[in-house]
């Protein structure tokens, strides 16, 4: 079995900041995910991508930049964190076969805005 | 949105107890996922159905669909209270994503 490894596991950040999460499989999964979840809703997809250095924007891109930098890892960043911002951040790995398959999630990031 | 039920629904039951959660979809879809979450960690695959298939059965949990309504059920026969956490089901767009709904949270008490 495989694994996915999400860092850190907890953010606090200013508003207008920068800030970067990072995500690493070793499953050798093809495709890799970055979903945002807010208390009491589902999962929104921000970025995914199909291969190394590929990228592809989800619904709730604007905002966030990503970067597949090799196959087994992949890193989104807000751009300008928002002030009471609070939410967790889902990275997940599938194999080619994508929405067809298995996603497998990390334990996620969970950010904080102050 | 893809989903026809958009708010996070809530149920509680007795442990062993039968339940049922049920979701409906606006598009087509090839595959219906089912993912079970437990506080404080993502989500894990519990049942894949695809679409051509009626009924899917997993130890306890039993899934359908049903693609003339657009609809899955994902259901837990005799519910025991490690079976607590949010149940969300996803559609695929057969383009290498998926869509998930806003989740069903199941409380089951002793």
């Known amino acids: 079995g495989g694994i996915i490894t999400q860092t850190p596991k907890f953010l606090i950040g200013q508003e207008g900041q920068k800030l970067t999460l990072k995500c690493q499989q070793n499953f050798n999964h093809d495709t890799m995910y970055w979903y945002r979840q807010d208390s009491g809703k589902g999962l929104r997809l921000i970025y995914y991508?199909?291969?190394?250095?590929?990228?592809q924007k989800g619904d709730l891109s604007e905002g966030y930049d990503a970067s597949r930098e090799k196959k087994s890892s992949f890193s989104l960043t807000v751009t300008s964190a928002q002030k009471n911002e609070m939410a967790v951040f889902l990275c997940a790995s599938s194999s080619d076969r994508g929405g067809q398959d298995t996603q497998y999630f990390g334990p996620g990031t969970r950010l904080l805005v102050l | 949105s893809q989903w026809g039920e958009e708010n996070l629904q809530a149920l509680s039951i007795q442990e062993g107890e039968d339940v049922t959660m049920n979701c409906s979809y606006k598009t087509y879809t090839t595959v219906v996922h089912w993912y079970r979450q437990d506080s404080g960690r993502g989500p894990a695959l519990i049942i894949l159905i695809r679409s051509n298939e009626r009924e899917k059965r997993s130890g306890r949990l039993r899934a359908t669909l049903d693609t003339s309504s657009q609809s899955s059920s994902l259901s837990i026969t005799a519910a025991q209270c490690e079976d607590t956490a949010v149940y969300f089901c996803?559609?695929?767009?057969?383009?290498?994503?998926?869509?998930f709904g806003d989740g069903t949270q199941l409380v089951v008490k002793p």
């Open positions: 991508s199909i291969t190394e250095n590929d990228l």
């Open positions: 996803a559609t695929d767009d057969n383009n290498n994503r998926i869509f």
